[in-house]
């Protein structure tokens, strides 16, 4: 009897997965397996809100499974070790996974092709499983290994053709396996308010999104305080949704749905940038002419929500009650640490990791630098004033209002310059630098 194993990593869904496809395709039987890699773990111990929501998906998936007569196995251990004996166990004679452009997900696939080979069994990683459209597959007609500014990536990314979805398996017979560690919570603590969820959750909410909500995308965006965008980055980022399949039954002839896959297509610009150069997951993409500048103050001040900002706080501490912030929320705040108080961007980059449950390394790192000047940019000088970013995407206050209850009494746009209500320093911080329009 010939036996595949599934390494699920960042494709935690049995829906349009082309390993898991290609597994029961080419076996009567199947293992799906995870490792909770304790290399990894080790690194993620500081990030519980992607801890507790794995758990949660790892446990739908195991669902998703035993509904097709399936179970997910789940070891606990380092990865090669972990894969090995289970190939060792069963006989397996090839194990397929998502190909995975981070340092460690091409450490990863390396360590696990040199190892299986020496016991005869191949590994085989498919394309455009984390991403719609493969790295290597837009590229720009100059030779260079990747599009260097996003617009004209994206002309090229809506013309390349992308794979069909591929259909969930209807039947997945497991060998005779154990699995010994719970994939259920990984983790406690984080964001008070964080949800959680897999597969099951995700494709119920993307239903939900694409039957109406999708049209508004782009009218609503940019405005934090109206519920207008997906909620899918989570699921997105742990493959409990498949972008093949997002983009794919999303009608682009809506402007709101364009906007929508427009975003989609940032996260394959950024995977493609960072499969080319993989050194900018930690160093600058271009380099930096002014130093940057050491304020333990300002950073505490940041991290915590109490700046003196309104715009900058709300998002701040949205973060640490849920584990997310919307998009401009997130390039408020950044610009406020980086090009306001010249903080490194690693910093930054560092604290989303720690809170954010979709952080993920390409996305967080090189947007980080894109607002620091040191990025893809084509405009690095840019600052943005919290003021006028207030007057624009928050003008009754009703987001600032929501984050921040010691403001809440201020009445419309009063609480965005709340020094100018009289309140005492005790009950919010002055704020920490000038603005203009202060």
């Known amino acids: 009897m010939t036996v595949a194993i599934v390494l699920f990593t960042r494709d935690l869904r049995v829906h349009d997965n082309p390993a898991l496809t290609a597994a029961c395709r080419e ?13 990894l773990l080790a690194r993620l111990d500081d990030a519980p809100n992607r801890l507790r929501f794995l758990g949660a998906a790892l446990s739908e998936l195991d669902g998703e499974l035993r509904a097709r007569g399936g179970r997910l196995i789940v070891r606990r251990g380092r990865v090669g070790d972990e894969v090995e004996r289970a190939v060792r166990e069963t006989g397996a004679h090839r194990v397929h996974l998502a190909a995975d452009v981070t340092g460690y997900g091409v450490r990863r696939e390396n ?56 259909p969930a398996p209807e039947a997945l017979p497991v060998p005779p396996i154990t699995g010994a560690a719970d994939p259920g919570v990984l983790a406690s603590g984080g964001s008070p308010e964080l949800e959680v969820g897999g597969e099951t959750t995700g494709r119920k909410r993307f239903e939900q999104w694409i039957s109406g909500p999708v049209t508004r995308y782009a009218e609503v965006k940019d405005s934090p305080a109206v519920d207008g965008t997906s909620g899918l980055s989570p699921y997105l980022h742990f493959g409990c949704l498949s972008p093949v399949e997002v983009v794919s039954r999303t009608d682009v002839t809506d402007p709101g749905a364009l906007a929508f896959v427009r975003q989609l297509a940032w996260r394959d610009f950024y995977h493609q940038v960072l499969a080319d150069r993989p050194d900018v997951a930690t160093g600058d993409y271009r380099s930096t002419a002014e130093p940057w500048r050491t304020d333990p103050a300002g950073v505490a001040a940041w991290c915590a929500g109490r700046t003196g900002y309104p715009m900058v706080d709300a998002g701040l501490r949205q973060l640490l009650a849920t584990g997310l912030m919307p998009g401009r929320a997130r390039l408020v705040a950044a610009s406020f640490l980086v090009k306001t108080l010249r903080v490194d961007w690693r910093i930054g980059a560092k604290h989303f990791e720690r809170w954010l449950v979709d952080a993920d390394v390409a996305n967080n790192r090189l947007n980080w630098q894109w607002m620091a000047g040191t990025g893809t940019d084509t405009r690095s000088s840019r600052v943005l004033n919290p003021l006028r970013q207030a007057e624009r995407f928050d003008p009754d206050g009703a987001y600032a209002r929501r984050w921040i209850p010691e403001l809440a009494h201020l009445p419309g746009a009063e609480i965005h310059r709340p020094w100018r209500s009289g309140l005492l320093i005790g009950d919010y911080p002055p704020p920490i630098v000038e603005f203009n329009g202060m």
Request: proline residues 9%; glycine residues 6%.
């Open 27 to 39: 076996s009567r039987s199947v293992v799906p397996l995870f490792v909770l890699d304790s290399d």
């Open 111 to 166: 360590l696990l092709r040199e190892r299986l080979s020496r016991i005869g069994c191949a590994l085989h990683a498919h394309a455009a499983s984390i991403t719609a459209v493969d790295p290597g597959a837009v590229r720009p007609d100059t030779g260079r290994g990747h599009y260097a500014v996003f617009t004209p990536y994206f002309r090229r990314w809506l013309d390349t053709p992308m794979r069909r979805p591929l």
